[in-house]
């Protein structure tokens, strides 16, 4: 499978990935190597990490703690002063082993301390392989508000290994496959239909829908690296759906949703508004959400939460001039941006999703 290069990163796949890491280190004067890990890629994905890389700079291994909320200023702080106390250096190298939480905060992490860092990433979730590998987007959540604090700047290298997709649970994939779905949507049919019988995926199949799925954001990001217009539409199903996983996040009575499983909600609702505003199908409306419900199950929304979610659009990254702005589609691989949803809709698209 062959390497991808994004300005000045690339991009490896599979046993490349080995052989690329280990001539990075061999080509550069790093003074010393941090790798940041959860619990769980500590043990599940950092032994197998390790005994592929071959190299005398010495090694150490930073700590934080799984899960969304701790992608927060607070983790930030504890990693910057683990550096600081290990002695890290402007020629250290930090290598992110995790999902999307590990790389976002990792790569954030690393663009700041001493005003910046080398980093690798190295995804282990199906959601960070197709999502945070590539485009530089590096960051953490404010409270509850997703994404709010972060810069954009690239790795030095991403490596993706789908062999480490054998450590998730079911869910886990499910949610990285929701990802890849909007990709299909916003892309065109050719990448679309290859997800029409969700129950025939296996790890066989991922390999190469990883691979298209990582050069259709290559191509959006290339275009629009600073999200001015093009790139907006990989926000697909994303304005909704990050206020409900805000939503979810912060209210104690609520299970919290994986980042997939609400952005699949939200593109249930981008589709009904796409329906009633931009022309899209009601009828591949309906069906896309038979096939979303069917995989991901139905989570109650209660009308009485509607209003809640829908003021935390206003913290939507796309927004600008007080305005709100959705990316709806007219069809399957035409996208349109800025768009503008009165609230009633938005309240329609919630009760057509409950029905």
Known sequence: MESITYKDCKIHFNDV???AINEHLRDNNFSKIFILVDENTHENCLPIF?????????IEIIEIESG????????????????????????S??????GGVVTDLGGFVACTFKRGIAYVNVPTTLLSMVDASVGGKTGV????????????????????DPFYLNTLPSNQMRSGLAEM????????????NKFLDLSKLDLNDLDELI?????????????????????????YGHTLGHAIESYFLSNPDKETLLHGEAIVIGMILANY??????????????????????????????EKEYQPIMELLKYDKKNNHGNINFVLLKSIGNPVIDCKVDNDIIVDAFKYYAS
């Not at 779905?181 to 049919?189: A, N, T």
């Open 181 to 192: 779905l909007k990709h299909g949507l916003i892309s065109g049919e050719g990448y679309w």
């Open 17 to 19: 990935c080995y052989t």
């Open 50 to 58: 390790l005994a592929k890389l071959q190299t005398d700079i010495a």
């Open 68 to 91: 969304e909320e701790n992608k927060n200023i607070e983790t930030c702080v504890g990693v910057w002063n683990a550096l600081s106390e290990l002695d890290a250096d402007r020629k």
């Open 273 to 302: 508004i796409s329906s009633q505003l931009t022309g899209f199908p009601m009828e591949v409306t309906d069906a896309i959400k038979s096939l979303f419900i069917s995989h991901y199950g139905q989570v109650v929304i209660d």
């Open 93 to 98: 190298l930090m290598i992110n082993i995790g």
């Open 211 to 235: 691979y298209e799925s990582v050069i259709i954001k290559k191509k959006v990001v290339e275009e629009d690296p600073f999200e001015d217009g093009l790139r907006k539409t990989l926000n």
């Open 141 to 160: 959540d404010l409270g509850s508000l997703k994404n709010q604090i972060g810069v954009i700047s690239d790795p030095d290298l991403v490596l993706i």
